[in-house]
């Protein structure tokens, strides 16, 4: 403490922080702030995540022909709630998002220490290496919760083709049963189908989607912010730049990485047995219409989420720096 506080008074008095960097926070005031922060977010972008999945699982547009069109028909056949099918399960996401945000600001200070890399470089790495942690986490639960999220369909589809391609399992999703019990023959089946190694089916897709989206994305957010810093007259406030930097990031990566998004749905909620296999299969379905099958959903919730995420770890990082920083944070 005494050190960091002499670190400080060595400040020009001048001086403004443009990066709150993970030695300079309290941990304390941080982790239940980023974790309220991040379920707030994820609960009110929640449906663009299940819309998202069910268009990514479609063959053409058998059900839904777009985003609006999808939320209309899920709220008029399932009511508000079918909007949330599974979110108590992805919720947990939260979890894993306090060991990823711990990894990445770790890395990131160690190679920074090091004077290893640029800061764009040690935000992709750092990135990289969050996501496997998180993904490692995570993935038996994104598992469940999209088997969950494809539910709501088996009782507006009477197509027997389609029924099978998005209740694999055949499980009995009727509206009498409770979603616990839905949950658990969910558990069972995978377990009786495929063994523990079910859970993390798409396991290697997942990693090759969201490690380089992650890298990506605080690698574009550190490169948006470096140009905005730049070019943005001193009395702009620092976190409209974030906040534009991570929504730029977002939409950046979202295209970049939305064929990869599609496989990784599809393997796990379809059973494939590999990536080959699932991009075959969607060439063979779409075409070159692969590459923007349920992209405005993903550009939507990927832009509200990134502006949704940085708004609130950016504000919490300054909430919770130590006294001593305080006054060289510029809001």
């Given amino acids: 403490m005494k050190k960091e506080a002499k670190m400080a008074e060595q400040l020009p008095s001048d001086f403004i ?35 998202k999945t069910r268009l990514q699982i479609q063959k053409h547009n058998a059900i839904y022909t777009g ?51 640029n800061s764009r470089i040690r935000s992709f790495v750092a990135g990289a290496a969050a996501s496997v942690v998180g993904q490692s986490i995570v993935v038996p639960f994104d598992v469940l919760s999209q088997h969950l999220m494809m539910m709501g369909l088996q009782t507006n589809v009477k197509d027997k083709g389609l029924k ?8 009995d999703a009727s509206p009498s049963r409770s979603k616990f019990a839905i949950t658990v023959d969910v558990i069972r089946q995978i377990m009786k189908v495929d063994g523990i190694g079910g859970f993390y089916r798409g396991y290697l ?24 810093f730049a070019i943005a007259p001193e009395w702009v406030s620092h976190l409209l730049i974030q906040t534009v930097s991570g929504t730029l990031g977002g939409f950046t990566t ?42 405005s959903a993903r550009l939507i919730q990927s832009a509200t989420f990134s502006f949704g995420i940085i708004l609130g770890y950016e504000t919490i990082k300054r909430i919770s720096v130590k006294e001593e920083y305080k006054e060289y944070v510029r809001w």
């Fill in 67 to 117: 985003m609006f069109d999808a939320y209309v028909k899920i709220y008029k056949g399932e009511g508000f709630s079918g909007l949330y099918r599974g979110f108590w399960l992805s919720s947990v996401q939260i979890v894993s998002g306090v060991f990823y945000i711990s990894i990445y600001e770790d890395v990131r200070q160690l190679l920074a220490k090091e004077d290893f890399l």
């Fill in 164 to 171: 099978l391609a998005f209740n694999p399992l055949g499980i």
């Fill in 17 to 51: 922080i443009k990066s709150i960097e993970w030695d300079m926070m309290d941990k304390v005031k941080f982790f239940p702030l980023s974790m309220l922060s991040s379920f707030s977010v994820r609960c009110a972008l929640y449906p663009l995540t299940l819309i």
């Fill in 205 to 228: 897709a997942s990693l090759s989607v969201y490690v380089p989206n992650s890298s990506l994305w605080w690698g574009f957010y550190q490169l948006y912010q470096d140009q905005l």
């Fill in 254 to 295: 979202v295209v970049i990485t939305n064929p990869l998004d599609i496989v990784r749905a599809r393997m796990q909620v379809q059973r494939l047995e590999s990536m080959a296999l699932a991009f075959k299969g969607l060439w063979k379905e779409e075409g070159l219409r692969m590459f923007g099958k349920g992209l």
